[in-house]
């Protein structure tokens, strides 16, 4: 419909007359679009000029344009649309916005404020919790902007939107902490945390119990968004490093490859990142965490020490059954039982033993094996003490030996197959160079 000239110089009278408005300019004929800057927020000045119109009896409605990703508004019967923009370049509300979806969850998770809550709770909740001495506020003056973005929150014309998609960022982050227990979750709003570089760009950080830390960036756009999509409330990524989503998809599928799919009761990898697989992720690591530990390090090197004792506190001798043996997965090369002193033809332990081992994965032998893992060791052990004859003791005789070794892991749990030859030994010990059991190493 065509655009009436004396409601159009109405509209133009009006927009003029407010304080926070001016026009920067107009487009069309059959169907004209008023482009109105302001300095403040969009959605105030909307609502101030959506009043004032009423006022000159002109009826509006507010709709989303074409020309803009915010509520317009539309003159009733004619085509005329009043389009809003920021003067410092549209950044203000979309600032505002994207604040809320990173530093909302993050106070939230900081302050266990549950996630079910409805939009309005889950914001009044936020404002209750903030605290400016929390350790989410990296930069010295973070806190101070941080509380004046909770304040305007109200004020953005995408108010439900952005806290629904603040609320979806901290279930994310539950999930995280399920499966990987957090130490501190960070706002990277102008600063960066500790060991972080001042160009990455994430806008949340997470800083696990071990010390390391992965960084989120989280958009404020829609699901049109032209850049990477890596939304927090679509779905949430580690963000660094990767330049593009299909490098970052297909690390995740190397990884899943390799990796994941020795876990346990693993889901599909079309569940890569979501519940079902965090779960299984967490539930290998409190039923087996040598194991765990195997696959969380593509190389990884374990050192193992230990030392035992038996000692009788009323000075009797230590009975053979309840004397120290070296098992054989501790001291692989030998023959269980056939190492340390011996009294005649039977080995008859020590009082005293002590075992070093040191293990390192292959990670590119079996590379694309789902259930294979290669390794070398090296073991290290000694068995001494008997407290009936001196004479038979065998402190100063040292065993050890190297090895290759291949972990196979089965439905009914890991098998260890091991090749080891002894470096040094004494000359009653019984070596044995192959042997296999069932269950981790060490």
Same mark, same amino acid.
């Given at each position: 419909m065509a655009v009436s000239d004396s409601i159009k110089a109405k509209v133009i009278e009006t927009i003029n007359d407010e304080k926070?408005?001016?026009?920067? &300019? *107009?487009?069309?004929?059959?169907k004209v679009y008023i482009y109105a800057v302001t300095d403040g927020l969009r959605v105030d000045a909307r609502n101030s000029l959506t009043a004032a119109l009423k006022k000159q009896k002109i009826a509006t409605e507010e709709k989303l344009s074409k020309k803009s990703t915010e509520l317009a508004t539309f003159i009733k019967n004619q085509d005329l649309i009043v389009v809003y923009k920021n003067k410092s370049g549209g950044m203000q509300e979309t600032t505002l916005n994207s604040t809320i979806t990173e530093l909302f969850p993050v106070i %939230?998770?900081?302050?266990?404020? +549950?996630? $079910?809550?409805?939009?309005?709770?889950? !914001?009044? %909740?936020?404002?209750?919790? !903030?605290?400016?001495?929390?350790?989410?506020f990296v930069g010295n003056n973070d806190y101070k902007q941080g509380k004046k973005f909770i304040d305007d929150a109200i004020h953005s014309s995408k108010f439900k939107q952005k806290i629904t998609n603040a609320k979806a960022a901290l279930g994310y982050i539950n999930q995280q902490n399920k499966g990987k227990p957090i &130490?501190? /979750? @960070?706002w990277g709003y102008r600063k960066k945390p500790n060991g972080v570089s001042p160009s990455h760009r994430g806008d949340i950080f997470i800083q696990f119990n071990d010390g390391k830390m992965i960084g989120l960036s989280v958009k404020a756009g829609g699901t049109g968004t032209k850049e +990477?999509?890596?939304?927090?409330?679509?779905?949430?990524? *580690? $963000?660094?490093? @990767?330049?593009?989503? %299909?490098? !970052?998809? $297909?690390?995740?599928k190397e990884s899943y490859d390799q990796y994941y799919k020795k876990v346990p009761n693993i889901p599909a990898f079309s569940f890569y990142g979501k519940d079902q697989m965090v779960t299984a992720v967490a539930n290998l690591e409190a039923s087996d965490k040598d194991y765990y530990n195997e696959? @969380?390090?593509?190389?990884?090197?374990?050192?193992?020490? =230990?030392?035992?004792?038996?000692?009788?506190i009323t000075n009797d001798d230590i009975k053979l059954s309840e004397r120290i043996f070296i098992p054989a997965s501790k001291l692989r090369g030998f023959q269980t039982g056939k190492v340390g002193p011996k009294d005649g033809t039977d080995f008859i332990g020590g009082n005293f033993s002590s075992t070093i081992n040191i293990s390192s994965t292959l990670p590119y032998?079996?590379?694309?094996?789902?259930?294979l893992a290669a390794l070398?060791?090296?073991?290290?052990?000694?068995?001494?003490?008997?407290? @009936? =004859?001196?004479?038979?003791?065998?402190?100063?005789?040292?065993?050890?030996? /190297?090895?290759?070794?291949v972990d196979w892991f089965t439905p009914v749990g890991p098998l260890n197959f091991s090749l080891a030859a002894p470096i040094s030994k004494a000359n009653t010990d019984k070596t044995q160079n192959f042997r296999f059991n069932l269950g981790t190493t060490f």
């Open positions: 926070n408005l001016e026009i920067k &300019k *107009m487009e069309g004929v059959s %939230a998770f900081d302050k266990n404020i +549950p996630q $079910k809550l409805t939009e309005q709770n889950f !914001y009044a %909740a936020i404002q209750k919790a !903030y605290d400016p001495k929390s350790k989410v &130490k501190q /979750v @960070y +990477p999509k890596y939304n927090t409330y679509v779905s949430a990524v *580690m $963000k660094d490093g @990767y330049d593009d989503l %299909a490098t !970052y998809q $297909k690390w995740q696959l @969380y390090e593509n190389n990884v090197t374990k050192l193992s020490i =230990n030392l035992s004792a038996a000692n009788s032998i079996f590379r694309n094996s789902q259930t070398l060791f090296t073991d290290i052990g000694n068995v001494w003490g008997v407290d @009936y =004859n001196s004479k038979l003791d065998d402190s100063n005789k040292i065993r050890s030996s /190297v090895g290759i070794g």
